[in-house]
């Protein structure tokens, strides 16, 4: 059946914008609707000041088109968020992207149709199109978590969430303000965004202390950013065959192979080098064995110890759990800033919030005045954004009913479910997405996706569903990684207990086994004949 469009992709993030090109790149009429007014995708929502990529620039970066690659030049070690927003203004620009991407356009629904194969695609301006691929490249944490404090409706105050920051400047100077979370979001707002040193108060109230490690941000110089565009094959080479999909991140050696002192050596030079060294390039067991665990833990603890000049404040900002089971964040200044006569923190689990009022936060043990309260309490992650747009697929089966509340994700090889033909997932649950370097993991799964878009269009066939037993295997497998971890052991986002009203799922959202391996299976399934799928 003639359609509208071959494919029409949600979302012009980086997801988005590469799936459009290697389909373009295929002769297929593409179309993005992009609810945002600019490319850029979490880069564009989330631009709260302080943010910045995590992930080294050196592997942040698209590496598919080395021209592409060697004609961008980054700043800095890690790429603040204006940069990656021309960063990915650039990409689309060099790929001349711009002209299939709709603006100010959201999905509301998009429905299976059994008798052509094609899905029924509806816009908020209430166009409805016909596609025959449907793909979501919504992102897995874009749907902001806004907690319902009591009396929240009685602030007269500003109110602002990190995830959904508004366009306008906003105005920091002398006021009293409340950050609630200290996730990688709030740690950046906090330490990195130069508010304490502007406002005339800054309270932060934390639920679960996190361990911080340095970032270590540094301007790059011209002799790096040449030697990075001169090695760019043996760079990708390493982020292919390593975990994370970035150089330095993996490690063959165990915590047990030193003795104390040469672990705490190991452990200062990964501190005082920065980016993800110390959770991933120290040893491999630091999330696999507790008590490797707890030397990672101790060390952290200590450094708070001789950071934080008050010993209760020290104290308070002291993780107990384990190390690496919430995301490692890693950030410059973070412990410091308490040293601050204008930074106090609340434990929330020993001073919970009682109310919100008219002008600031009551706890167990006293009030805080507030012009302003800063939410950075994160997203409701993976399943969210999918759940927020309208999908039916076989027998008007909603995504909510097949994944039963999020009970039950299954995703075959993290891109597509049984019961939604058609339907393929950029970053979906149970591919590496967040535990990797995400860009590198755009461009294994959306690549190996647009090929099988490439076989099925080459060889005439109308219909590609994931089979049931594939992905319940994938989904198996994907938790067994888990359960080979520690990651399970603590309540985090990760592990989908950050929704309250949201069931814990039966299986992991997000494929542990690493880059490399997961680059192997996209490449084994494809030689094997996308097994796993029924094409028909
Ligand atoms: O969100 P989070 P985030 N009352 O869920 C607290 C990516 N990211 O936006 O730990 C009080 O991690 C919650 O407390 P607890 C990255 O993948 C990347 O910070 O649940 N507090 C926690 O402290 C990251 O992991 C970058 O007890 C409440 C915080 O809010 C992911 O996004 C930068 C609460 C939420 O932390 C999410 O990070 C930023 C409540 N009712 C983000 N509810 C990079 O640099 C929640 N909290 C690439």
């Not at 330490?191 to 108060?201: F, H, K, L």
């Not at 058609?422 to 590496?432: I, V």
Request: glycine residues 8%; aromatic residues 12%; contains cysteine.
């Amino acid at each position: 059946m003639k359609t509208d469009f071959d494919a029409i992709v949600v979302g012009a993030g980086f997801s988005g914008l590469y799936m459009l090109h290697r389909l373009r790149e295929q002769g297929l009429n593409v179309r993005v609707f992009e609810r945002g007014t600019a490319v850029g995708g979490t880069w564009y929502w989330n631009r709260y000041p302080g943010l910045q990529c995590d992930t080294e620039t050196i592997s942040y970066s698209f590496t598919f088109d080395a021209d592409l690659y060697r004609d961008w030049t980054w700043s800095r070690r890690f790429a603040p968020r204006e940069e990656i927003q021309r960063y990915a203004e650039y990409v689309t620009d060099r790929l001349d992207l711009r002209r299939d991407i709709q603006f100010q356009t959201s999905v509301t629904f998009a429905h299976f149709q059994e008798d052509t194969n094609t899905w029924k695609v509806g816009l908020d301006d209430g166009t409805e199109l016909t596609t025959r691929f449907f793909v979501t490249a919504s992102g897995p944490l874009s749907t902001a978590n806004v907690p319902q404090l009591p009396g929240m409706e009685n602030f007269e105050g500003e109110v602002y969430h990190t995830a959904t920051w508004p366009r306008e400047d906003v105005q920091f100077t002398g006021k009293r303000i409340a950050v609630i979370g200290t996730g990688s979001s709030g740690a950046q707002v906090i330490c990195n965004g130069g508010i304490a040193e502007q406002v005339g108060r800054m309270v932060v109230f934390q639920r679960t202390p996190q361990y911080i490690t340095p970032a270590k941000q540094m301007l790059l110089d011209e002799e790096t950013v040449r030697e990075r565009k001169d090695n760019l094959e043996a760079l990708v080479e390493e982020m292919k065959n390593s975990s994370f999909g970035a150089p330095g991140t993996s490690t063959d050696r165990s915590a047990f192979e030193h003795t104390p002192k040469q672990r705490d050596e190991v452990f200062q030079a990964a501190w005082e080098y920065g980016a993800q060294a110390f959770a991933l390039a120290t040893y491999n067991d630091l999330t696999s064995n507790e008590e490797a665990n707890g030397f990672a833990a101790d060390f952290v603890r200590r450094k708070i110890a001789e950071i934080v000049s008050d010993p209760e404040t020290a104290r308070k900002l002291m993780p107990n759990y384990l190390f690496g089971t919430k995301r490692p964040i890693k950030a410059d200044n973070y412990y410091e800033t308490f040293n601050r006569d204008n930074v106090d923190l609340v434990a929330l689990k020993e001073e919970p919030i009682q109310e919100v009022t008219a002008n600031g936060i009551r706890t167990s043990d006293g009030f805080y005045e507030l012009d302003m309260i800063i939410f950075a309490t994160g997203f409701d992650a993976v399943t969210g954004t999918l759940f927020n747009m309208d999908i039916r697929g076989v027998g008007g089966q909603t995504l909510q009913e097949k994944w039963l509340d999020g009970a039950e994700v299954m995703a075959h090889l993290g891109i597509a479910t049984h019961g939604f033909p058609n339907m393929f997932m950029c970053q979906g649950p149970q591919s590496p997405s967040v535990m990797a370097n995400f860009l590198f993991g755009i461009e294994l799964n959306v690549g190996w996706t647009a090929k099988l878009i490439g076989y099925l269009v080459a060889h005439g066939i109308e219909r590609a569903e994931a089979n049931a037993d594939a992905e319940f295997e994938w989904a198996d497998m994907v938790q067994q990684q888990a359960e080979a971890t520690l990651l399970l052991k603590t309540e985090s986002w990760w592990s989908g207990a950050n929704i309250a009203e949201k069931p814990r799922p039966k299986f992991f959202l997000t494929y542990l086994g690493g880059v490399k391996k997961y680059r192997e299976e996209l490449d084994a399934n494809e030689a094997n004949g996308f097994k796993g799928f029924t094409l028909s």
